[in-house]
């Protein structure tokens, strides 16, 4: 799958912010070539569907809490997974 953006990079505002939110889907890390190298969707209880399309990885969290209490818990799952992730350990 490609997702492509018209914009070169995707801030953190919001959707509110006419920044590509399309589908359900926010596209992250925007390369040269308009491409997003991270997707992701979130839910309103804490739910978190995240891609990283260039290493094919892929991560679902599900919580039941409020999307306003687990941004920093989700911020510290990618980071752990993402230094610790090698392709091929499955």
Do not use: C
């Amino acid at each position: 799958m490609n997702f492509k953006s018209t914009k070169r990079k995707q801030s953190t505002a919001g959707i509110a912010n006419n920044e590509g939110y399309g589908l359900g889907w926010m596209p992250d890390e925007i390369n040269n070539e308009h491409y997003a190298n991270v997707i992701f969707h979130g839910g309103a209880f804490g739910t978190l569907l995240w891609g990283d399309v260039k290493e094919k990885l892929g991560i679902v969290l599900l919580t039941h809490i409020p999307l306003a209490d687990v941004a920093e818990l989700w911020d510290g799952v990618i980071n752990i997974i993402r230094r610790t992730w090698r392709p091929g350990n499955t």
